[in-house]
Nanobody
Framework: QVQLVESGGGLVQAGGSLRLSCATSGRTFSSLAMGWFRQAPGKEREFVAVISGSGGSTSHATSVKGRFTISRDNAKNTVYLQMNSLKPEDTAVYYC???????????????WGQGTQVTVSS
């Protein structure tokens, strides 16, 4: 079993920055691929970024590439999402997820956090 707890969400003006954190426990962290997803009201959950267990491979959605960066600290069992140049369309609940595969499909992930709200005002 893996527990995930997100933090760092909030209200920010367009153009601002936030850093989300996802702390994990319960399983060897470095064996897990970690993903960030988001879900806006009335929309499906969508892929944002993923990082491999070692941190050597990452991938970001086209909509956030160049603005968001996923990273991890295996010594702290934590994955991060640095979000810069935020736009109102980034407003959503952001979830971190853990699984054994480096994947874009949320259905592949085994464990999920409770989510953290990010609101970007114009």
């Amino acid at each position: 079993q893996v527990q995930l707890v997100e933090s760092g969400g909030g209200l920010v003006q367009a153009g601002g920055s936030l850093r989300l954190s996802c702390a994990t426990s319960g399983r060897t962290f470095s064996s897990l691929a970690m993903g960030w997803f988001r879900q806006a009201p009335g929309k499906e959950r969508e892929f944002v970024a993923v990082i491999s267990g070692s941190g050597g491979s990452t991938s970001h959605a086209t909509s956030v590439k160049g603005r968001f960066t996923i990273s991890r600290d295996n010594a702290k069992n934590t994955v991060y999402l640095q979000m810069n140049s935020l736009k109102p369309e980034d407003t959503a609940v952001y979830y971190c997820a853990a699984g054994t595969l480096f994947a874009y499909n949320p259905g592949v992930y085994d464990y999920w956090g409770q989510g953290t709200q990010v609101t970007v005002s114009s």
